[in-house]
């Protein structure tokens, strides 16, 4: 099993950066990948970041493109999603996941955090 532990969220100004982490802990495979999710009031769950254990390549949703960066620290076994230039639009509950790294499901989902940008 693994779980996923959030941190890192709280209230910024437009143009701000925020860095978001999520610690993963009990058994974990290289194979994993580990992604970044988001979810404002009344719209759906949306793609943020992805990046896998082994390699440090990463896909970003078109929404967060240069501005966000998705990084890992697999001896804390940790994942980073640093954010820049923030706008009034990626205020949502970010939540991290681990899963697959063949497969687009995720099998382990982090409680979430709040990110709040002002305007």
């Known amino acids: 099993q693994v779980q996923l532990v959030e941190s890192g969220g709280g209230l910024v100004q437009a143009g701000g950066s925020l860095r978001l982490s999520c610690v993963a802990s009990g058994r974990t495979f290289s194979m994993y990948a580990m992604a970044w999710f988001r979810q404002a009031p009344g719209k759906e769950r949306e793609f943020v970041a992805r990046i896998t254990w082994s390699r440090d390549s990463a896909i970003y949703g078109d929404s967060v493109k240069g501005r966000f960066t998705i990084s890992r620290d697999n001896a804390k076994n940790t994942v980073y999603l640093q954010m820049n230039s923030l706008k009034a639009e990626d205020t949502a509950v970010y939540y991290c996941?681990?899963?697959?790294?063949?497969?687009?499901?995720?099998?382990?989902w982090g409680q979430g955090t709040q990110v709040t940008v002002s305007s």
């Open positions: 996941a681990a899963g697959p790294a063949l497969l687009s499901t995720y099998d382990y």
